[in-house]
């Protein structure tokens, strides 16, 4: 188990290498802001999956399980002409 400690003090411990570790909190990041204008639904389930992984400091693996609901909302969200490539990268991710 690897210990990664930030410059705003925060302690993650994980078996994840640091540029996996951050591949995959940035992952998690990208899918919060995508989903976090949500007030209700579907929409708020996911951003409390990715919020909740992404703060996870003890073995910290950035896995999320989403339903079949919640893969099909993150279809829904593909189609949305204001996401950038890296959006869409995450998105497309995450429907696999």
């Not at 996996?20 to 989903?35: A, C, G, S, W």
């Not at 949305?80 to 998105?91: C, K, R, Y």
Request: hydrophobic fraction near 35%.
């Amino acid at each position: 188990m690897k210990t990664y400690k930030f410059t705003n003090g925060d302690i993650i411990t994980s078996n994840l290498d640091s540029k996996e570790l951050m591949k995959r909190m940035r992952r998690l990041d990208v899918l919060r802001v995508l989903t976090e204008s949500y007030e209700s639904g579907t929409g708020v389930n996911i951003c409390k999956k990715a919020l909740t992984a992404y703060n996870k400091m003890e073995n910290f693996t950035g896995i999320i399980r989403l339903t079949k609901e919640e893969k099909d909302f993150i279809g829904y969200m593909l189609e949305n002409e204001f996401n950038n490539e890296e959006d869409i990268e995450v998105l497309n991710f995450y429907l696999r």
